[in-house]
């Protein structure tokens, strides 16, 4: 007896750990999320706008009629999980992998993230190839990568500390205690702002490296007839010039914010 | 389930008779878990190379400097201060049995004995000093805390609380490459919270039944540049009984029914178990600045009952300990200097030749030079430690300075190399050392990580065993007396550790380790009763310091799974290990005679299990069973053979966060194998239900 007991309990286990037990809820709402706080891609605070590509997962959702819902901030590591899992439909603002891409769907490209090489204002080098880093120090986030064959030839060449938090990163570049630091260009603009660092710390001209960002999609979402309505309408937005219009947002305040920081 | 399974023909085949049913229920077990496991270890490319690494726990003793924990190439744990609040702990020691590869056991109420990795009891028959751990080295941030009377750590005496610690990083493994001397099974390094410029106002206060009170304080604050932090506690503990063990009598008995020939007696309060005191300052600028600092003062005042000198009569004294400390840490660019002094008295109670002066001075410098592909770190170090008591005939002094060159290659992202070199110059005994360590890992994929290191680790000298010249005559009966001395030339007892070990992320959330160790110890030396005769009026034993032939060989594997979910996680390990002695001294009266042997005094399997649920928001439910299997310790004739069945000690802690600047929790502390010595014939211990509440106030 007890030994039946087990054999459907263990049938039990098995149907719920191998057995993809196919729900059959309908699709309410597309749940989007993003990086958190990665200005000006992507970010979550009280007013409408969430970013450039937030704002174009917005809009183009309005336009198509989806109803949408914001998830809450949450490590990227667990939105890429939520995202393959289909617990996430959206994730607004992603670069391209070929792992990725056997597990989501994506947009065609919508912007760009650039990462640039941070330097105190007293200490600015020439840098306009990669050559030009070596013999000095640099510093960034432990497991950014750069792009395989940067990271290769930073391996090779350069010597870049790796540290666990922005803070640390730009204050080090500010005491002088490495020569650069290696962040998102906007994003980095935002946290030098936070740490009032704006009259120390400047970004060298030249992009370090540029990389297409993307809208990704579930491939096991609930709503796979509205993400192919959204991509559609992403792409629609490309062509008639609406994504430009909402990067040219994003770009006229920061731009605004420089020109205020210059003034002080 | 056989009448069944015969029922469908699953016995059918003649080859799959009934005495196979066994195995096939394990195999069908083994395929469903086999399948689990393939079906969650997906590899996780998409995480790979993305803002995040795979691991986001760090450490900075594998290596001296921060790094992934993943990437570490030592067998390295690290425990967070949420981690141990979650788990209730309320006292340092305690805290260790959230990591694997750590023996922790409690002596009395608060006061506890900790191994690394084991080695408990090695060589058997010695006195109950030989139960203490000489093998491990402890730190405060970077301050070696370890003890030269006689080795070991004084639990008492760190001028801390569970509320000031950051984080623990435990390494397992020979480690005075490193650290220098008496990192042999490993290093137990505390960090303690630094203060970050905000201000702010933090009291902890917990009671216990048994009468147990505990008050802890810290405020930080910040003068410009400089942040401060200063703590405070005061901790008293009662026993959980009031008798002792009596060797004589072989019963726990009230203090005036023991017969005490030793004249060790003076038990002025036997409930007390515990009764410190302590304050701390620490300063410090941002340590990002080019030149930053740290520096510290404390203070630490303590009385407790705990098994110390060795006595004939019952296994806890009372000792007293009374010491402060400055630490400072200075860093510019990739120059590190560290130097402490520590001062202070120390006594056991009604033991005149046992109360003493101290004194610890140590320096040390490094550099770090960084290079594409390299780091290489040479530096140098040194201690002084000064001792002026009746036991060694006044002030004698042990020197080391050492000599370290660490150096790290990177021949290509996944492969690692490092090789860290280590001279010792001793005073005494007149002679140096060299201890190495040889390190590999290689990524196999992004988120698996194999790894081999050969490691090797010397004792220092202590002061018992170098200096001790002592005439004890006991105070009961003054017609017997015990000579007993320390050899200055005694060599120092080594150790050579071989490990390989594998991590492995089977997701962002899901990993393990395993480590698989074979650690060599030899050089021991042991108070060898060397006759007893007559001199004048007085029957004298004499023992003194020898070096024995004995070499002790452990082979283990120490597994670790870690699963986080969204309101719970699990952490599940255990070690298994097997200890055999060669050489082992069947007494330590001579003329000694050695035989072949297995060491029992370190449990076979000892681990862990740590649950963490919060079942509604800002409410945590923590279970946490820390298990030993049986070990008998066996000691000198006098004192006998203690054998400890196997026990799991499970605790139950709730907790709540009432708002921002209120936390409360309650814990039932040693629920199960309740009553009963987890020691040499130390104290039952019973369950312990603690309430505490936490303040802080941040404006």
Known sequence: ?264 | MTSRAYQIGLYSNPILSPGWKLDLRWLMIAITFSGLISRYSLADELFFGVTDEISDITAVSGSKREEDLFSSPLSISVISAEQIKKAGVISIPEALRLIPGVIVREQTNGQFSVHIRGFDNVPAGTSLTGLSNRFSLIMVDNRKVYDYFNGGLFWETLPFTIDDIERIEVIRGAASALYGSNAMTGVIHFITKRAEGDTTLEANLMAANPSSTSGHFATEHSFGMTNFRLSGFTDQRDRYQTTYYSFAEDQYLPVDQINFTSGIGHYPDPEKARDAHALMLSLNNDPTERFAYDLSFSHQDSRVQKVHISSSDTPLTINDSNTSAVNINLNYDAFFVRASHLWGKQATLDIPDFNYDKANSQISMEYQFRKPQWIIRPGISYKSIVYDGPFIGGERRLREAGYLLRTEYFPTPQYRLVAALRYDDYNLPSDNYFSYQILGTYRLHHDTLLRAAIETANRSSFMINHYLDLMFTFPNNPSRRVDISGDPEAELVSITTVEIGLRHQLNFNNWFEIELFRSDIEDFTSFIVQGTGLDGSQLVTTRQLEWLPTEATQLGVTVDWHYEAVNWDLNIFLTAQDTHVDEQAVSISKPLTFINTDNKGTPDYYGGVVHNWQPLDRWNINTHVYYLSSHTFALEQTQGNAHNASAMYANLTISHRFNNWLNGFVSARNLSNQSESQHFFTDHIDPLYVVGINLKWAP
């Open chain 1, 1 to 264: 007896m007890v030994s039946s007991k087990m054999q459907w309990f263990g049938t039990l286990l098995y149907l719920i750990f191998f057995l993809r037990v196919e729900t059959a809820f309908g699709c309410e709402k597309l749940l989007i999320n993003g990086g958190h706080n990665w200005y000006p891609y992507f970010y979550q605070d009280e007013t409408n706008h969430k970013g450039i590509i937030g704002d174009i997962v917005l809009r183009a959702a309005a336009h198509t009629g989806i109803k949408t819902e914001i998830a809450q901030a949450a490590p990227w590591k667990r939105i890429l999980f939520d995202l393959r899992s289909g617990r996430l439909d959206v994730v607004a603002g992603a670069l391209k992998t070929e792992e990725r891409e056997k597990l989501f769907s994506y947009s065609s490209p919508v912007y760009f993230s650039q990462f640039r090489i941070f330097v105190h204002r007293d200490h600015q080098f020439n840098f306009s190839t990669l050559e030009d880093l070596i013999g000095k120090h640099g510093v960034k986030i432990r497991g950014l990568s750069l792009g395989e064959n940067l990271d290769q030839f930073a391996f090779e060449n350069l010597v870049i500390e790796e540290i666990t938090d922005t803070n640390s990163l730009f204050k080090m570049v500010a005491a002088k205690r490495v020569d650069y630091g290696i962040f998102y260009h906007y994003s980095g603009l935002s946290e030098i702002d936070r740490l009032n660092l704006g009259n120390t710390l400047i970004p060298l001209p030249t992009p370090l490296t540029q990389e297409p960002l993307y809208v990704a999609f579930s491939r096991k979402s609930r709503c796979l007839e509205q993400i192919q309505q959204l991509s559609k309408e992403i792409a629609r937005m490309k062509e008639n010039g609406a994504i430009q219009e909402i990067a040219d947002y994003y770009a006229r305040f920061i731009n605004n914010r420089k020109v205020l920081r210059d003034d002080d």
